[in-house]
């Protein structure tokens, strides 16, 4: 059963020089109670991916595409049904969840207020948000405090409590490890996947620049390069078999124990990916890709192999999807 | 558990209260010493020596030259040593003696002041107030809503541009010789005598709508733009994206935005205390309304000396007062400085 | 932000070329406008008490006075103290905060605290105190008067911004490579803080230009001369509204608002142009 499904998706940027193509018709799907992995280097629009799934503001504008979270298409809906339906069905962890939460009012009160916008009496939440906290090794005393008076991990650990306490459908956590260290990193995706064993969500996608952590949570992976779909499929098999050059690349650039540099020589990918705002006909990896070929002028569509779907020339025998 | 809470923690907030309001208190009489000095030291170090300057004016009137002059080396005590001068000064000031005003001779000056401080005061307080809170609603509401600010951001820039008594003297215009509702000069009707009664606080007011709108419209300017370009700021806040992405409404957001953007404001208050005092000063002279800023102007018009260093002084007592009550109004609703001393847990 | 872009942008935002052209327009204005009277600002012209008409562009006052030609004079004026009087308190905030936030320790502990000290005190007040000692008053002593009270708020700003462009990594790189200090400050620390110190200016140009008006309205204006708001004294000091001479005040006034609104939503323009959070999109 799908929870999310996204078909063929255009999210764009209106700049000074045209659109910037950051999401450009993009399609997956999200199983029940599966922990999708997106990943990719950053501008290949997979954090505009997730932010567009839920808000889109000037300067991001929908440009095609549809994405239903249970027969909801979520970007032809009126605002006021989109409202209701953010924090209810499809939930998130931002970036910038450190300093998420207002500083100037109480954490109780912005709670109540987050609430009372959904409807929700918090007295009848009270309990549930108290159990919750004690899970994420917070008092309930906090919650007379300012934001400002907890630290950077305490305020991040909360807002991942307060953006779940409706149990959505699904929730999008976007990049949420990137500024930690190694350590907490381990704490916070131990936390997510506590949170998500739990019910407090029934499905999660996961963001993240770092595939190594994709590893240790996710159940799916989509790969994403300059805007587009690059490789979908199980973690394992992904990591195992990558097909699209550019998930080799990014897996053979991971650093492993054991191996020392004279060795093997550690095999990052050169260049840089193509500009947003200038894209041509041909396959957006072409000039960093070892294995292009005359074929590559051309964009690929995505081929079935195996299990995993992948957006290279070089799998052209496989069923088109 | 990495959560604790420090013991004693309210009696360490209340030890931080108390430094923080000893500092402002300290920069304040720092600030009071500097312009008192400031005002002592000019008329013994502006070139020209503006005090022999004046002797000289006063030496043409034949009766009152010679007292002047005596009363003038005496009062400056220009024949003493410059230390013991200044010295001579603190000691006047503390037993309250400004000199003795020349346009109003033989007044004291402080007795001059104080008598027309009640008017100022109740024409400024009030306004500052109102406008402070009308300017920032209109501010907050037109902020992001194109035409709306489109059309309401140029009113509230001439608003502010305008030159406080200039928007003085055109209400008096409007409101006092073409429509002739208003009295448009004095505090109150010239047969009476200001008392406690209902019929004198009624011409009383009667004579302060006029000169108190004409200062709440300018002041309100400001505080809309201020307001305005706050509000868009804090709408980019990250807090305020967050709450979007859970569902909450635009008035919501707003409201939160709102109680952000007015701390900020009330900073400004502080800053903008100077400008709203003179402000204040102008617009008493346009109406003739009787408080310090009209007999600033007798003492300029009148080389009354005494008189000028004696309201300055007044002006600053005021504002450092003001500064001092804004600190506190922002200790209160500003947790952040509050809480801000106890760092992370 | 690159060239292009800033130039795009400046072309593009209606505030700022709506400023340009009212400002270009009234300093054409101050600059030909005395060509086109044939009178003097002070001097008796004609009948008083006159309304405009076609004689006297904008009416005569109680004595006679021709109220174009004042008038024409008077923006003149005003334009020049914000320009010097505004200059001035650009450049001394800029120098006082600079050197306060470059150098830093106790420098700038002292710089700070007399910062403060004149914020508190306002400017008007301390105007007075040292125009009402001065016995001969002109446009430039008033510009001095005023920028050497106004600069305060502009030197706290310029420190503040000296102080995050000095942790830059531009500026470490020329420390590291023992450039001299004079050439980190006019090669890397002053082209990028250009943009800034133009906005400071502008506000400057018009608060000095309120500062002056208002002096000149309590009685501490040049003591030659005329100004707009000497015109605007003289028409309170003789019941001009009383008389129903609505054209002596309102001309005057109009123009000051005019400039100084003009100055800050130029000002808006700009910060806009440089701070895209504030673009309208």
């Given amino acids: ?321 | 558990m990495n959560f604790s809470r420090p013991k004693g923690r309210d009696c360490s907030e209340v030890i931080f209260l108390r430094k923080y309001l000893l500092k402002k208190i300290l920069i304040y009489v720092l600030t009071f010493f500097f312009a008192a000095t400031i005002n002592w030291a000019i008329p013994r170090f502006m070139p020209g020596n503006p005090i022999h300057f004046l002797i000289a004016r006063f030496a043409t009137l034949p009766e009152s030259a010679k007292v002047l002059q005596s009363y003038f080396t005496q009062a400056f005590g220009l024949d003493r040593p410059l230390m013991e001068q200044y010295v001579n000064f603190w000691r006047a000031f503390f037993k309250g003696d400004l000199g003795i005003s020349i346009y109003l001779y033989p007044q004291p000056v402080l007795k001059v002041i104080l008598r027309s401080l009640p008017y100022t005061v109740l024409l400024l307080l009030p306004a500052i107030i109102v406008s402070f809170v009308i300017g920032n609603r209109f501010g907050a509401f037109v902020a992001r809503k194109k035409y709306l600010d489109n059309i309401a951001l140029p009113i509230f820039y001439t608003l502010t541009a305008a030159p406080y008594f200039w928007f003085g003297i055109l209400l008096a215009w409007l409101f006092g010789v073409v429509l002739k509702v208003f009295p448009i000069a004095g505090a109150y009707s010239f047969a009476m005598t200001p008392s406690f009664s209902w019929r004198f606080v009624s011409n009383y007011l009667y004579h302060w709508i006029l000169p108190f709108s004409s200062l709440v419209l300018v002041m309100l300017g400001g505080w809309a733009i201020g307001m305005r370009n706050m509000i868009i700021y804090e709408l980019e806040a990250n807090y305020s994206r967050y709450m979007e992405a859970l569902g909450s409404s635009q008035s919501l957001i707003r409201r939160y935005a709102y109680r952000n953007a007015i701390l900020p404001q009330v900073t400004g208050l502080a800053i903008q205390l100077g400008t709203a005092v003179a402000g204040t000063l102008t617009t008493e002279i346009v109406f003739s309304y009787p408080g310090i800023g009209y007999i600033l102007m007798q003492g300029i018009l009148n080389q009354d000396y005494f008189l000028i260093q004696g309201c300055f002084l007044f002006i600053i007592v005021g504002v450092l007062i003001a500064n001092f009550i804004v600190d506190i109004l922002y200790l209160i609703i500003d947790p952040r400085i509050r809480k801000s001393y106890t760092g992370e847990i | 932000m690159n060239l292009k872009e800033f130039v795009y942008f400046f072309l593009r935002n209606k505030k700022i070329i709506t400023a340009l052209c009212i400002l270009g327009l009234l300093a054409l204005v101050s600059i030909f406008g005395p060509f086109l009277t044939s009178y003097d600002p002070l001097e008796f012209a004609s009948a008083p008490y006159q309304p405009p008409n076609r004689q006297h562009w904008l009416g005569t006052n109680t004595f006679g006075q021709d109220l174009f030609t004042q008038t024409v004079y008077g923006l003149r004026s005003s334009l020049l103290v914000g320009l010097f009087g505004g200059g001035l308190a650009t450049i001394i905030g800029l120098i006082i905060g600079f050197l306060a936030g470059y150098r830093g320790g106790w420098f700038d502990e002292i710089l700070m605290m007399l910062t403060n000290i004149l914020m508190v005190i306002p400017t008007l007040a301390l105007l007075i105190i040292i125009a009402a000692y001065l016995p001969y008053r002109g446009v430039l002593i008033q510009s001095v008067i005023i920028g050497l009270t106004a600069w305060p708020w502009t030197a706290r700003a310029v420190r503040a911004q000296t102080l995050s462009l000095k942790t830059r990594e531009f500026v470490d790189l020329a420390r590291i490579t023992a450039t001299r200090s004079s050439k980190i400050i006019f090669q890397e620390i002053m082209p990028n803080m250009m943009s800034y110190v133009f906005m400071v200016f502008i506000l400057q140009f018009g608060g000095a230009i309120l500062a002056a008006t208002g002096l000149d309205f309590i009685g501490l204006g040049p003591t030659r001369g005329i100004s707009l708001g000497i015109m605007l004294q003289q028409a309170t000091l003789w019941n001009a509204i009383q008389l129903g001479m609505w054209w002596w005040v309102v001309t005057p006034g109009a123009l000051i608002t005019l400039v100084v609104a003009t100055l800050y939503i130029m000002n808006t323009g700009l910060d806009e142009v440089f701070n895209p959070r504030l673009r309208e999109m």
């Avoid at chain 1, 029940?32 to 000037?58: H, M």
């Avoid at chain 1, 779909?229 to 199980?234: F, L, R």
Wanted: hydrophobic share 40%; net charge positive.
């Fill in chain 1, 1 to 321: 059963m799908e929870i999310l499904q996204v078909k063929d998706l255009k999210l764009y940027y209106k700049t000074l020089y045209g659109m910037a193509k950051a999401v450009d018709g993009v399609s997956f799907t999200v199983r029940k109670g599966e922990t999708l992995g997106i990943a990719g280097e950053s501008g290949c629009g997979k954090t505009t991916l997730g932010l567009g799934l839920v808000l889109r503001k000037p300067p991001m504008v929908w440009c095609g595409g549809q994405a239903f979270i249970e027969d909801t298409d979520l970007m032809n809906l009126d605002e006021k049904s989109m409202r209701k339906l953010r924090y209810e069905k499809i939930s998130i962890i931002p970036q910038y969840a450190m300093d998420a939460l207002n500083p100037t009012k109480k954490i109780r009160q912005i709670i109540q207020d987050l609430l009372k916008e959904h409807k929700q009496r918090y007295e009848e939440k009270q309990e549930l948000l108290t159990e919750r906290l004690t899970l994420i090794n917070l008092n309930k005393k906090i919650l007379d405090m300012y934001p400002i008076e907890l630290s950077g991990g305490m305020r991040q650990r909360l807002v991942m409590v307060i953006s779940t306490l409706l149990n959505p459908k699904l929730l999008i956590s976007d990049e949420i490890t990137s500024a930690l260290d190694v350590s907490t990193q381990k704490t916070v995706i131990q936390t997510l996947y506590q949170m998500k064993k739990k019910g407090f969500m029934d499905s999660l996608i996961f963001i993240t620049h770092d595939l190594s952590l994709l590893y240790q949570i996710a159940d799916r992976v989509m790969i994403m390069y300059a805007g587009k779909v690059a490789e979908i499929g199980e973690i394992q098999d992904i990591v195992d078999n990558p097909l699209h050059p550019y998930t080799r690349a990014l897996i053979g650039s991971l650093p492993r124990i054991g191996v020392r540099y004279h060795e093997t020589k550690l095999k990052g990918i050169h260049g840089y990916p193509p500009n947003l705002l200038k894209i041509g006909p041909a396959c957006r990896f072409k000039e960093r890709c070892p294995m292009a070929f005359n074929k590559c002028e051309e964009n690929p569509p995505i081929f079935r192999v195996n299990a995993q779907e992948v957006a290279c020339w070089l799998y052209e025998e496989g069923e088109r999807v």
